[in-house]
Antibody
Framework: EVQLVESGGGLVQPGGSLRLSCAAS????????MHWVRQAPGKGLVWVSR????????SYADSVKGRFTISRDNAKNTLYLQMNSLRAEDTAVYYC???????????WGQGTLVTVSS | EIVLTQSPGTLSLSPGERATLSCRAS???????SAWYQQKPGQAPRLLIY???SRATGIPDRFSGSGSGTDFTLTISRLEPEDFAVYYC??????????FGQGTKLEIK
C-alpha cells in the first residue's frame, strides 16, 4: 500500500525556517517524481515545488522561489522541503504528492500544518 | 501561467441526480495533462481523473471526464451521498507551474 506521511509542521515566527519531511513507503520511491502542494486555510490547492526521481532537477512556484528548497534522500525514501524566510502568507497545510507519469498526482499524504505568526 | 476557472462555484444537487462540473483554461491544454481531484473536509485530495478521461485506480465508473483544448468537464452520473465534496481541476503541462482551478463545491440540496 502506498503511504506518504508528512511531518515537521508547526508554529514559526515570520522570517523563520522549517523543514518538512515526507516519508514514503509501499512503492519504489526512487522511480518517481514528487511534489509539494499547499492549501491555505479555507482556500484552494496551490502547487509549490517538484523534484525528479534522482533529485537532479527541481522547479518552484514563483511565490517560493529563492526561499524554499526541495530535496530527497532515496536511500531513506524521504522527500524534504526546506522553508526559509517564512511569511504569514506561507501559512497552509503542506501536502506531499506522488507524480503519476507526468500526468497528475496520484497519491497524497495527509498534510502537515505550517503556521507563520508572531 | 495557465489559469483554470471552474464553474459553478457551488452546485446544489440531490442524491441520484447528475452533476456536471466545468473547467476552462486560459490557453489550450493538452488533454493528456488535465486532471480532476475530489477533496472532503479534513482530508487530502484524491485523484479521480487524469489524461482528461482516464479514471484513477479504484474510482467508480459513475465518474467520467471529457474535454480538450480549453474546456474540460467532470460528470458524476448519479450522485451518491459520499460524492458531496469540493472538486478541483488541474493542468499538468510540459512545464510548471502545475495549476489548479479554484474549486467547485458540490453540496446536498
Amino acid at each position: 500500500e502506498v503511504q506518504l506521511v508528512e511531518s515537521g509542521g508547526g508554529l514559526v515566527q515570520p522570517g523563520g525556517s522549517l523543514r518538512l519531511s515526507c516519508a514514503a513507503s509501499g512503492f519504489t520511491f526512487s522511480s518517481y517524481w514528487m511534489h509539494w502542494v499547499r492549501q491555505a486555510p479555507g482556500k484552494g490547492l496551490v502547487w509549490v515545488s517538484r523534484i525528479d526521481s534522482d533529485g537532479s532537477s527541481t522547479s518552484y512556484a514563483d511565490s517560493v522561489k529563492g526561499r524554499f528548497t526541495i530535496s530527497r534522500d532515496n536511500a531513506k525514501n524521504t522527500l524534504y522541503l526546506q522553508m526559509n524566510s517564512l511569511r504569514a502568507e506561507d501559512t497552509a497545510v503542506y501536502y506531499c504528492a506522488r507524480d503519476l507519469r507526468l500526468r497528475a498526482f496520484d497519491y497524497w499524504g495527509q498534510g502537515t500544518l505550517v503556521t507563520v505568526s508572531s | 501561467e495557465i489559469v483554470l476557472t471552474q464553474s459553478p462555484g457551488t452546485l446544489s444537487l440531490s442524491p441520484g441526480e447528475r452533476a456536471t462540473l466545468s473547467c476552462r483554461a486560459s490557453q489550450s491544454v493538452s488533454s493528456s495533462y488535465s486532471a480532476w481531484y475530489q477533496q472532503k473536509p479534513g482530508q487530502a485530495p484524491r485523484l479521480l481523473i487524469y489524461g482528461a478521461s482516464s479514471r484513477a485506480t479504484g474510482i467508480p465508473d459513475r465518474f467520467s471526464g471529457s474535454g480538450s483544448g480549453t474546456d474540460f468537464t467532470l460528470t458524476i452520473s448519479r450522485l451518491e451521498p459520499e460524492d458531496f465534496a469540493v472538486y478541483y481541476c488541474q493542468q499538468y503541462g510540459s512545464s510548471p507551474p502545475y495549476t489548479f482551478g479554484q474549486g467547485t463545491k458540490l453540496e446536498i440540496k
